[in-house]
């Protein structure tokens, strides 16, 4: 989906807990998804990709999944920790054309 | 993953002034080069899509006089705001794509914060 407003999501976890971080995309024609992680200051940083064709795929200690009945994508990551701490984007495209974001989400870690 | 280069990191010109930011990619020959701008604590906006040779495609509402975009070779790309002003202020930031080989992943530049007076 499009950015929209100034109020970034937040979700906050205790050390060592797993973490879900939800995103609601907007064209039901979007056939490749992306899940970016920010840190303050610096540029996006690709995390793990997931294809139309699939509803879930597997990295190290992050998950994706992809539900295209409700236009719905998650991140998962395992044991989270404080190098975690990030605002999280996930992003859409079709046909190989542009990128599109979502508004982001603030992962905040608590000791 | 790839290395995308961006400098200068940060910038700070009087209004009025152009300012110019390089986007390069080290270990790879990019298709397409994008620049974005990121408001804080906003989503990034894509501003335009280059590809080597041609000339750039602006998205919607972007000037293209105000932001000149230079994509010389598949290896650097470049961003010139031109008689920046205050509003100009925001954080840029390019990435870079490779062919198909690499689906559609675009690898990112640690961003440009632009100040100005």
């Known amino acids: 989906g499009e950015s929209v407003g100034l109020h970034l999501p937040t979700l906050s976890v205790q050390e060592g807990d797993n973490s879900i971080i939800n995103c609601a995309y907007s064209?039901?024609?979007?056939?490749?998804f992306i899940w970016y992680k920010q840190e303050s200051g610096k540029g996006p940083q690709f995390i793990i990709d997931i294809r139309s064709n699939m509803d879930k795929r597997q990295g190290q200690r992050v998950t994706v999944l992809l539900n295209k009945t409700v236009k719905h994508l998650s991140l998962q990551i395992a044991a989270t920790q404080p190098g975690d701490s990030a605002v999280y984007f996930c992003a859409e495209t079709w046909g190989a054309q542009k990128l599109v974001f979502g508004q982001g989400t603030r992962l905040t870690i608590n000791p | 993953g790839a290395v995308v280069s961006q400098h200068p990191s940060w910038v700070i010109c009087k209004s009025g002034t152009s300012v110019k930011i390089e986007c390069r990619s080290l270990?790879?020959?990019?298709?397409?080069m994008f620049w974005y701008r990121q408001f804080p604590k906003q989503s990034l906006m894509l501003m335009a899509t280059?590809?080597?040779?041609?000339?750039?495609?602006?998205e919607q509402g972007v000037e293209k006089d105000k932001f000149l975009i230079n994509h010389a070779s598949l290896t650097l790309s470049t961003l010139t705001v031109t008689s920046a002003h205050p509003e100009d202020s925001s954080f840029y930031i390019c990435?870079?794509?490779?062919?198909?080989?690499?689906?559609?992943?675009?690898?990112f530049g640690a961003g440009t914060r632009l100040s100005v007076l």
């Open positions: 270990d790879f020959q990019a298709t397409t």
């Open positions: 064209n039901s024609a979007s056939d490749y």
């Open positions: 990435s870079a794509r490779f062919g198909s080989l690499h689906e559609n992943i675009q690898y």
């Open positions: 280059s590809n080597e040779g041609s000339k750039a495609t602006y």
